[in-house]
């Protein structure tokens, strides 16, 4: 029997899941991704506010799976497939394409941020989901201040007001954070201005924020924010973003240069480009065993796949997060680990095993919610997030780093990489 | 009296230096730069090759200056002056154009490549001088590798051979440190590819490399290199460069799609653009004290000046090192000191005190010379060049965390942040 050909689009916490549960399996793997670095995206908001370098929370994929022989990495954007003939188009920077035939393919392409359509915030928005837009957000950010010192002049044009539009752990992570970032480090860099101006709004439109947390963990964390200085306003909607100014729903007008877009993400658009049912927020549907139907051998993870919450409301979807594409990379891997060794694929339906959550609101603070019911609150809950995601980083070397980062800014209450920073592709 | 205005145009080396000095005098200081982060120019080639992440070599200048309290720092883009009403015209990112007036003017603005008008250099050429050229570079060279990954053919055209153009201590470096980055990191990385195709061409005109050094370390530095596989050809220049392509003088053509210009620099064309003398290779012309003539309050140091060498023959101008920069800020400093207590500019001639040079050729091999003829090689001048940098390493965080990474590099034979990334100013 030929050894089967299984491929993998997308290099996040699913794809890397799947391709290390196939390490033993007598398969080729060939791992698709765009990059050839992996995201490590619970820290993102850490290096748009100048806590982490961008090298912290990235790490070479070539780096993370150097030891798994059966595995080959391929730098490559996908741009199409037939999936009748089990092929797949990709795409080089070079602008050559190529064609790879599967017997297997896992859809792992993660998602993207989701502007819901609103006016304006598609181009003034500054989203928060890769490492371009973390860098992007920092530059911007540290702009503001360089002009205001320049000329005072533009905080009346809001120059210094960031609106963080989301109350979910990305949202109050980052207002959290920037306000840290403000009181704690551009207060000394930017001694002649007077850094109270510098205002962070957080707007969410639910009565609450994150979600997913019990009221108690809720209240703990908008206190907290509030205790930053944080504006936090609750039931408020986005209507129409400009350069310089957000207009709610209700037509108050803010002036404002800086909209961090943390309200919502939808599946990344490959499925549709590869032909697959997509539902609610572009995600690819699959079957209880997470197989796309109709379509042998093609299966989706994580962020970009409709996967229904056995335990939920009825028609209720899994949320898109680490843990969700972590286990449901594995439970994929292991189908295909059955076909390969010959066996009938059990077609097993996936159970999500909730683990918890968490959210940090900067220095010392966080929210968890960990399995029978431990609810951790304050200093010993902000511990098991640093723990959770040390322990979570790639790369032996970035988890030094981040963690002699992380002791830094602790002890000194400064911050790291500062910089106003664009790598040019040309030359200036 | 009223307090003097000092401005320094520039915070690299010798911009720096000049601040430093004037802490404690009686004068307000504006010091103005196009980025708002020092760049450690030495270390640049080891964040092109992997070694490092470019937040280590960068340290914003705020954080360096905080404590100096008669010290204020402006982002901004030096476009012209009016000498005669001591007037200085900026502008911001934002295109807002600022008049900075000034009692002392310290031109400090440093130097960029210098392609001498080769053919196709400029365009397809990678300098090494500034902190987007090192990302730059990392990011083509390592797209070399993963496009051969794709298509093995590419090698054929010459994507694995990179020639370094200039045998000074930058083209050595560089030289050495990009054979050890394929040979102990990228074997691993691409376990398919055979990566002795990879070739490392040193192009040096004069018939040594490193011409600052005595023979005995040239003969060192030659032999280093060529153990490290890297082709050492000398007395050959080159006549004309193409993206895939590079043309030597003897009419010999050599497929390869990089080309790394360590050939030499020039001055700023600020000096120009300020409407001050200039002369070979756009460098300020000076008196003997550094200021400049006929334009009382102006001064000018380091790369982007003049200096005549009052050891060397006559007409011969002082290396553009970080020493020289270091040195010349100083003693333009003092000179203003003076101005600031009342006394009169003593007009003290500029000596510079040669310290020695160094230069790596990657693990454990280096070459150094100091004062009183002391000559090391080997470990001892790699270990004393580890030492310098980290002593001259702006930022303790910064010399914390390039020390981490080269411990590591050293123990693991491991890189860094071998990633392709460029932050985007707009979205995708």
């Given amino acids: 029997m030929e050894t089967l050909h299984v491929v993998i689009v997308g290099a996040g916490f699913g794809g890397l899941a799947a391709a290390r549960e196939l390490a033993d399996a007598p398969v080729r793997v060939t791992l698709v991704d765009k990059n050839n670095f992996h995201t490590f ?20 994929v070539r780096g993370i799976v150097a030891r798994q022989e059966n595995l080959a990495f391929r730098q490559a954007t996908v741009i199409g497939a037939d999936l009748g003939a089990k092929v797949l188009h990709l795409q080089h920077d070079e602008h050559e394409v190529e064609d790879l035939h599967y017997d297997h393919l896992v859809v792992a392409a993660g998602a993207s941020t989701n502007t819901f359509g609103i006016p304006g915030v598609d181009h003034h928005g500054f989203p928060l989901y890769n490492l371009a837009d973390a860098v992007r957000l920092r530059n911007h950010v540290l702009e503001r201040f360089e002009a205001v010192d320049a000329e005072p002049a533009l905080i009346d044009e809001g120059a210094l007001t960031f609106v963080v539009v989301g109350g979910g752990p990305t949202g109050v992570e980052v207002a959290g954070a920037l306000t840290e970032l403000f009181k704690m480090v551009l207060r000394k860099d930017f001694p002649q201005l007077d850094i109270d101006r510098a205002r962070v709004v957080l707007v969410e439109m ?23 200085g944080v504006d936090v306003r609750l039931g408020v909607q986005v209507a129409r973003a400009r350069g310089n100014q957000v207009t709610f729903a209700d037509g108050e007008e803010l002036p404002c240069q800086t909209l961090i877009w943390a309200a919502g993400v939808q599946a990344n658009p490959v499925g549709a480009a590869l032909g697959l049912t997509t539902g609610r927020g572009g995600r690819i549907e699959v079957l209880p065993d997470l197989s796309v139907a109709d379509h042998p051998g093609v299966w989706a993870i994580g962020d970009v796949a409709a996967i229904v919450d056995a335990k939920g409301r009825a028609g209720t979807l899994l949320p898109q997060l680490a843990p969700v594409a972590i286990q449901s990379g594995r439970h994929v891997a292991r189908q295909i680990c059955c076909v390969a060794a010959g066996r009938p694929a059990p077609s097993a339906p996936f159970h999500y095993r909730d683990k918890g959550t968490m959210a940090t609101i900067g ?8 399995p029978l019911g431990i609810k951790l609150r304050g200093f010993p809950a902000w511990l098991a997030w640093l723990g959770l995601h040390l322990v979570m980083l790639a790369g032996f070397r970035n988890r030094i780093s981040v963690f002699a980062n992380w002791a830094w800014n602790w002890l000194t209450y400064d ?9 040019r592709s040309t030359k200036e």
């Fill in 41 to 60: 995206q619970p820290l993102l908001y850490q290096v748009a506010t100048s806590g982490l370098a961008s090298a912290d929370v990235a790490y070479p």
């Fill in 206 to 228: 639910q009565d609450h924020v994150l979600g997913p947390f019990s009221p108690v963990s809720q209240r703990h964390a908008r206190r907290a924010l509030e205790e930053r």
């Fill in 363 to 370: 220095r010392s603070r966080a929210v968890a919610e960990l």
């Fill in 415 to 423: 911050r790291g990489p500062r910089l106003i920073f664009r790598a």
